[in-house]
């Protein structure tokens, strides 16, 4: 093409302009919209966000960036996952095993459930601390003429943000991504126009804190935390407390380095300019003086500040193409891993946010996959090795109050952030929350000892990055209801036992799991009392935030032996029975486990049919609770299956439609968890009918779940990650000793293929199926051994094979097959 390039619509420049501002992202502008439509792993919009659930997510695990999408003003909305109010402190209540009798006698003697309420308010303890914003950067520019053709999307397969339009026939482009490798943030702006590009960018934040520019376009904001955040639904006179001393409230920076190519960078105050610039780049990173959740936050500022410039000085170093290229890279060596087609109905050239309006006349299955896929990017970005948990808004806030202080809330919704961990084929990402477990599993000894005189480690309903395992409530303003609720430390141990179920990990069942499981499961032996009628129950016991109609007709919380506690405890004696005989440990302590297990209450069937929330057939005073805790052993546990258990099977379904007909499900996590139990109950229209109610009523326009709050929503990512895991459970599910392709299947998807999900005992598994039926299944497993196949009903296996040839398998009675696979080899499964 000799001097000249061609640009777009037959711009031209001198090579010259070209070198200085080219970037592969450039000519992949508005032109394209079709070709990169058709790729079914992007959000895409018309317009730049106007608030912030509207906005792009990105992140690497520590750092989190909402992008906006602005043209002449853009910002990015940044946070770092350590950053949160408080310090170390004293939050066990010695008074709480005090009145752990007076409860007792209360509900088990006397049936006096409201006074229970009474007393268990008296053994809670403080709230939680806040999850804290980091800053806003904001990044300003005057364009010389109209804007057109502007698009704003999210490349899930890059993890990369990007921003197109035309000024006149000039292409800009703009890209944002977190960097899991080289631990910064970063973005870059690039014009086809030769004049070049003129910005000013400055840097502030909600949280105490002051900026400053330098030489060398450097961008600084130091700040400090505050030393106590009262939650946002308790009022306060002074909700926000900030504290000078070292250690109250911790120290933190953000760094931002500005370069300039075919341009200049100079100082404006507070704020950096970069004037006539082809391309600019601004490489971010964050830093604060967390040093653990049991030590003073107090690392010097000077620390802090040396380890952002060494981070971002090290990006630099190795410019915007290398940290580009590894960044994609590391992403996709996870996101790749699983892949998945559904049917597509219409759509056309609509954007995220019109297919999603468009939705409720025209279901799209298609958007479907695509929100599974959009669970597993946001598990990647706000949860890598090292990092902490994702916890309510995954690492992304922009309040110094956030909705429920953005906690890890472990009466469901942490757990639910990492169903999809393992199905989903993203098990690394499953190591912050047993960062998390192991954190509580130590805090949560002494306040097993202080508050109630038990062996083990317990936790309850609220946790914060000090690992908080006591009751909040402050001292009894919390509803016992969810304040005193004690079994998040069992509902976590599943967590463990399913990474061992799924990848075999001995050494980790060893070192890791089995620990924690056998000290959680002291305390639960310690925690059941005897019911008179020669079965174990516990005491005080809460069916989580729902309450009851007692026999006289008043409102209650409190009483003994609810199903999830029943449920929970059930499971993990038998996770840390199979654990030690795994081992070869611990024979006495698990006989003992064993025995109490066979007198733990049963589930029972009330007078509707339904599975039982209470030991007692109660009414509930609210039926359209949005939780539904004594569903949790048909998932996410597995004591109640259809074919192991038809009867209970049978109540689960009253229970749950029950429920549902009430107004149930109303929240996005709830409506999640409604198809993941509609998934186990093997019915995939009745789960694609809630799937279908979760993206119409609580999916916001970036596909953020939703929870509805006064006149809007605020955002609340479990339901992200639950919709996730429900889609994986409707195609596949190994919980009942085989692995069950298709089992719940719904009707609107009769085509599709899905690469990469992940089944216990180590197997990987593809299915390409047609009308309904499994065409093709490819498995391997990392654990060799024999192996059940279920089927939907009707088919027959042709034949199987390996990289060896033919292989050899037994059908049962049922129609399901009996195989032995060996590790390290690929099987086909072939239909009729």
């Known amino acids: 093409m000799g001097r000249d390039a061609l640009l777009g619509d037959n711009i031209r420049v001198t090579r010259r302009e070209f070198v200085a501002g080219a970037s592969a992202a450039l000519y992949q502008g508005a032109g394209g919209a079709q070709d990169r439509n058709a790729g079914g792993l992007l959000l895409w919009y018309k317009q730049a966000a106007e608030k912030w659930t509207d906005a792009l997510p990105i992140g690497n695990g520590r750092l989190g960036a909402m992008v906006f999408g602005g043209v002449t003003a853009e910002r990015l909305q940044l946070n770092d996952d350590t950053l949160w109010s408080g310090a170390p402190r004293a939050w066990n209540n010695p008074e709480a095993r005090e009145h752990l009798e007076e409860v007792r006698k209360l509900v088990l003697e006397q049936q006096d459930y409201v006074a229970a309420d009474r007393v268990c308010r008296q053994m809670q303890g403080p709230y939680n601390q806040s999850y804290q914003p980091l800053g806003d950067l904001r990044i300003e520019w005057e364009p010389s003429g109209e804007i057109a053709g502007y698009r704003r999307e999210l490349d899930l397969d890059t993890a990369i943000a990007r921003v197109s339009f035309r000024v006149?026939?000039?292409?800009?482009?703009?890209?944002?991504?977190?960097?899991?490798?080289?631990?910064?943030?970063?973005?870059?702006?690039?014009?086809?126009?030769?004049?070049?590009m003129t910005l000013t960018a400055g840097?502030?934040?909600?949280?105490?804190?002051?900026?400053?520019?330098?030489?060398?376009?450097?961008?600084?904001?130091?700040?400090?935390?505050?030393?106590?955040?009262e939650p946002n639904y308790v009022r306060a006179e002074t909700p926000v407390l900030y504290d000078p001393a070292e250690g109250k409230g911790m120290r933190f920076e953000a760094r931002v380095e500005a370069i300039a190519e075919g341009g200049k960078v100079s100082v404006q105050g507070r704020r950096v300019r970069i004037e006539k610039a082809m391309t600019a780049t601004m490489f971010i990173t964050a830093k604060t003086g967390y040093r653990g959740y049991d030590h003073?936050?107090?690392?010097?500022?000077?620390?802090?500040?040396?380890?952002?410039?060494?981070?971002?000085?090290?990006?630099?170093?190795?410019?915007?193409?290398?940290?580009?290229?590894?960044?994609?890279?590391?992403?996709?060596?996870?996101?790749?891993?699983?892949?998945?087609?559904?049917?597509?109905?219409?759509?056309?050239?609509?954007?995220?946010?019109?297919?999603?309006?468009?939705?409720?006349?025209?279901?799209?299955?298609?958007?479907?996959?695509?929100?599974?896929?959009?669970?597993?990017?946001?598990?990647?970005?706000?949860?890598?090795?090292?990092?902490?948990?994702?916890?309510?808004?995954?690492?992304?806030?922009?309040?110094?109050?956030?909705?429920?202080s953005s906690n890890w809330t472990v009466n469901i919704n942490t757990q639910m952030n990492y169903w999809p961990a393992e199905t989903c084929n993203l098990a690394e990402c499953h190591g912050p929350l047993f960062d998390l477990i192991e954190g509580l599993s130590k805090t949560g000894a002494e306040t097993a000892r202080v508050n109630y005189g038990c062996r083990g480690w317990v936790s309850h309903h609220n946790v914060d990055l000090w690992r908080q395992s006591a009751p909040v409530g402050n001292f009894g303003q919390g509803s016992p209801t969810w304040a005193n609720w004690a079994m998040s430390g069992p509902w976590f141990c599943a967590h463990l036992w399913e990474h061992y179920a799924f990848s075999g990990d001995r050494e980790f069942l060893r070192a890791r799991a089995y620990p924690i499981l056998k000290s959680s499961a002291e305390f639960c032996l310690d925690w059941l009392v005897e019911n008179g009628a020669g079965r174990l129950t516990t005491c005080p016991s809460e069916s989580t935030e729902n309450n009851f109609v007692t026999p006289d007709?008043?409102?209650?919380?409190?009483?003994?032996?609810?199903?999830?506690?029943?449920?929970?405890?059930?499971?993990?004696?038998?996770?840390?029975?199979?654990?030690?005989?795994?081992?070869?440990?611990?024979?006495?302590?698990?006989?003992?486990?064993?025995?109490?297990?066979?007198?733990?209450?049963?589930?029972?069937?009330?007078?509707?049919?339904?599975?039982?929330?209470?030991?007692?057939?109660?009414?509930?005073?609210?039926?359209?609770?949005?939780?539904?805790?004594?569903?949790?052993?048909?998932?996410?546990?597995?004591?109640?299956?259809?074919?192991?258990?038809?009867?209970?099977?049978?109540?689960?379904?009253?229970?749950?439609?029950?429920?549902?007909?009430?107004?149930?499900?109303?929240?996005?996590?709830?409506?999640?968890?409604?198809?993941?139990?509609?998934?186990?109950?093997?019915?995939?229209?009745?789960?694609?009918?809630?799937?279908?109610?979760?993206?119409?009523?609580?999916?916001?326009?970036?596909?953020?779940?939703?929870?509805?709050?006064g006149e809007g929503w605020i955002f609340q990512i479990d339901g992200n990650f639950g919709g996730t895991a429900a889609i994986a459970e409707m195609l596949l599910q190994s919980h009942d000793g085989a692995i069950d392709l298709l089992p719940a299947l719904p009707a609107a998807w009769p085509e599709g293929r899905v690469k990469g999900l992940r089944a216990r005992g180590g197997a990987t598994v593809d299915l390409h199926w047609a009308e309904g039926k499994v065409k093709e299944a490819t498995l391997s497993t990392t654990i060799a051994g024999e192996r059940l196949l279920r089927f939907p009903e009707g088919q027959q296996i042709r034949g199987i094979q390996d990289n060896r040839g033919n292989v050899l398998w037994k059908t049962d009675a049922d129609g399901a097959a009996h195989v032995r696979l060996e590790a390290a080899r690929l099987y086909r499964v072939a239909f009729d």
């Open 168 to 196: 006149g026939r000039f292409q800009f482009v703009r890209e944002a991504f977190v960097s899991a490798p080289d631990q910064v943030i970063v973005v870059r702006w690039t014009t086809s126009d030769p004049v070049g």
């Open 203 to 229: 840097i502030d934040s909600p949280v105490e804190s002051e900026s400053a520019a330098g030489e060398g376009g450097v961008l600084r904001l130091t700040g400090k935390a505050p030393a106590h955040v």
């Open 296 to 404: 003073a936050p107090d690392l010097p500022a000077a620390e802090i500040a040396a380890a952002c410039r060494a981070q971002v000085e090290s990006a630099r170093r190795r410019g915007y193409q290398e940290v580009r290229t590894a960044h994609i890279s590391d992403h996709q060596n996870l996101f790749r891993r699983v892949s998945l087609e559904l049917p597509r109905q219409g759509g056309g050239n609509l954007d995220t946010a019109e297919r999603l309006r468009a939705f409720a006349k025209q279901p799209d299955p298609d958007l479907a996959a695509l929100y599974f896929q959009y669970g597993r990017y946001l598990l990647i970005a706000s949860s890598r090795p090292g990092s902490q948990a994702a916890n309510l808004q995954g690492i992304w806030n922009e309040q110094v109050r956030p909705p429920w």
């Open 553 to 709: 007709g008043r409102t209650a919380e409190t009483s003994d032996g609810c199903t999830m506690d029943m449920a929970l405890i059930a499971e993990l004696f038998d996770h840390a029975v199979r654990a030690a005989g795994i081992l070869g440990v611990d024979a006495e302590f698990a006989a003992k486990l064993s025995a109490a297990r066979d007198r733990l209450l049963p589930f029972r069937i009330g007078k509707h049919g339904q599975l039982q929330e209470w030991s007692r057939d109660f009414d509930e005073r609210t039926p359209g609770q949005r939780h539904m805790s004594h569903l949790y052993p048909l998932f996410p546990g597995s004591a109640i299956t259809t074919r192991r258990t038809p009867a209970l099977a049978a109540a689960a379904r009253v229970a749950l439609e029950r429920r549902l007909a009430a107004g149930g499900a109303y929240t996005g996590w709830s409506r999640a968890w409604a198809i993941d139990l509609w998934a186990r109950l093997l019915d995939g229209d009745k789960a694609w009918e809630s799937m279908s109610m979760l993206l119409e009523h609580s999916t916001g326009p970036n596909l953020f779940d939703t929870h509805p709050a």
